[in-house]
């Protein structure tokens, strides 16, 4: 049976809507809600359009997984990006987060790599990599090249 010209040309621009609202939904910005630490999925709440939205868990792309593995859990209330290769949430990831408000970023130098920042700890390299900083609250080691610099209330040393 063929299609007469008014059908292909309904059939066509369904399509181009299709295409249209995948691409439009293909990347999205939303908040974590929910986290399941030990499955490496999150919940998180997408805003626009008519209302906001839950989604159901989507797994998050961590730094390495070979060899190498970290574990970055995310964090309620941390805005993330999500890509889905086909605009379906059924098929998303979680590629990053963003900094916001409520999660501001850990540094404003702009020679200064904050490597993590977990509430008052810190790890970050400076200088152009010639200084390395471990804090900790009030404690602090810096290492140099030449040299490793202490600070503490207390020192053990055994």
């Avoid at 805005?79 to 850990?106: C, F, K, W, Y």
Wanted: net charge negative; charged share 20%.
């Amino acid at each position: 049976m063929s299609m007469s010209l008014e059908q292909i040309i309904d059939a066509l621009q369904y399509r181009i809507a299709e295409l249209e609202r995948r691409a439009a939904a293909s990347i999205r910005i939303g908040v974590v809600r929910e986290v399941d630490a030990s499955r490496g999925l999150a919940r998180v709440k997408l805003s626009g359009g008519a209302a906001a939205f839950l989604t159901g868990p989507i797994p998050w792309v961590e730094q390495s997984a070979g060899a190498n593995r970290t574990h970055i859990p995310l964090s309620v209330g941390q805005q993330v990006v999500i890509v889905s290769e086909t605009g379906d949430l059924h098929d998303a990831v979680i590629i990053g987060s963003l900094n916001s408000a409520a999660n501001a970023r850990p540094s404003q130098a702009p020679d200064a790599y904050v490597i993590a920042s977990v509430g008052p700890a810190s790890v970050t390299v400076k200088d152009g990599g010639n200084e390395m900083e471990f804090r900790v609250g009030t404690t602090s080691l810096t290492l140099r090249g030449d040299h490793a610099h202490l600070v503490a209330d207390r020192i053990d040393l055994n």
